[in-house]
């Protein structure tokens, strides 16, 4: 039996955050028009352009990091546990904040969600760093996105708290 060849792994982990933000892109696409340009928001959110290709960046430099990570503590085992379940923990949140916020109009539940993940995504990072900074390192841009993310969640839901 041949042995997987090495990049397998690293092209697996940096795609599957990706997965989520694929699915998550397809409710987005077709609320943005219906519902979401309805909404007042802040001027200074980013324009809807903005979101894809800053997300595609942001799943990436985490999926790498995560790869990082399982290669230094050598795969699945006990020494991987919390680094990686932080991990998984904090993905799981971010895939979940698209249908909270954009499927079910729940803006309320979205910045719940996200200050969530935040906080799931600031241990991860701070788990990796003990494991490997350049991991750590590759969260830091995605920790500043979701700080700025939860503003924006937090002035829409506070300006458009009335609206379904």
Same mark, same amino acid.
């Given at each position: 039996?041949? =042995?997987?060849?090495?990049?397998?792994?690293?092209?697996? &982990?940096?795609?599957?955050?990706?997965?989520?933000? &694929?699915?998550?892109?397809? %409710?987005?696409k077709?609320? %943005?028009?219906?519902?979401?340009?309805?909404?007042?928001?802040?001027?200074?959110?980013?324009?809807?352009?903005?979101? =894809?290709?800053?997300?595609?960046?942001?799943?990436?430099?985490?999926?790498?990091?995560?790869? @990082?990570?399982?290669?230094?503590?050598?795969?699945?085992?006990?020494?991987?546990?919390?680094p990686?379940?932080?991990?998984?923990?904090?993905?799981?949140?971010?895939? =979940?904040?698209?249908?909270?916020?954009?499927?079910?109009?729940?803006?309320?539940?979205?910045?719940?969600?996200?200050? @969530?993940?935040?906080?799931?995504?600031?241990?991860?990072?701070?788990?990796w760093?003990?494991?490997n900074r350049?991991?750590?390192?590759?969260?830091v841009?995605?920790? =500043?996105?979701?700080?700025?993310?939860?503003? @924006?969640?937090?002035?829409?839901?506070?300006?458009n708290?009335?609206?379904?």
């Open positions: 039996m041949e =042995a997987v060849p090495g990049w397998v792994p690293a092209v697996g &982990f940096t795609l599957l955050p990706h997965a989520g933000g &694929f699915l998550g892109g397809k %409710i987005t077709k609320e %943005i028009p219906v519902w979401y340009e309805t909404l007042q928001k802040p001027s200074w959110r980013p324009p809807n352009w903005m979101f =894809a290709p800053v997300w595609g960046t942001l799943y990436t430099s985490m999926g790498y990091g995560s790869y @990082l990570v399982w290669k230094e503590l050598g795969g699945f085992n006990e020494k991987s546990v919390v990686l379940g932080l991990y998984a923990g904090q993905l799981a949140l971010n895939w =979940a904040w698209t249908p909270i916020f954009f499927g079910a109009h729940k803006m309320g539940w979205g910045l719940v969600t996200l200050l @969530l993940t935040t906080g799931a995504a600031t241990a991860t990072t701070a788990s760093c003990n494991v350049t991991a750590a390192y590759l969260m841009p995605y920790l =500043a996105w979701l700080t700025m993310a939860s503003v @924006l969640n937090y002035r829409i839901w506070k300006d708290h009335n609206k379904k």
